[in-house]
């Protein structure tokens, strides 16, 4: 079992930053690959970025690449998500899972633990 928990949703302006923070618990964490993932409202949740799980190998879809980085810390647990140049588009709740497979660089399947989601707000 793993549980996860985001942290550091808020409002933001167009262009400004914000950094996300996933920490698991359990003992296994760096035996997972690790995915962001957003829901915005009144669409489906979907991929955002990836990462192995040594950290050795990241995937963005290409609307987030060169804006978001995805980074992880094993011995704390926890994954990151620095987002940059926000846009309002990237309003959403944004949650991290554990990763099974990634497909493609832009996909990823064998989501077997979800955090509850961070609110992201970005004005305009």
């Known amino acids: 079992q793993v549980q996860l928990a985001e942290s550091g949703g808020g409002l933001v302006q167009a262009g400004g930053s914000l950094s996300l923070s996933c920490a698991a618990s359990g003992r296994t964490f760096s035996s997972y690959g690790m995915g962001w993932f957003r829901q915005a409202p009144g669409k489906e949740r979907t991929f955002v970025a990836g990462i192995t799980t040594n950290g050795g190998i990241t995937f963005y879809v290409d609307s987030v690449r060169g804006r978001f980085t995805i980074s992880r810390d094993n011995a704390k647990n926890t994954v990151y998500l620095q987002m940059n140049s926000l846009k309002p588009e990237d309003t959403a709740v944004y949650y991290c899972?554990?990763?099974?497979?990634?497909?493609?660089?832009?996909?990823?399947?064998?989501?077997?633990?979800w955090g509850k989601g961070t609110l992201v707000t970005v004005s305009s």
């Open positions: 899972a554990t990763v099974r497979y990634f497909i493609g660089g832009s996909k990823a399947e064998g989501m077997n633990y």
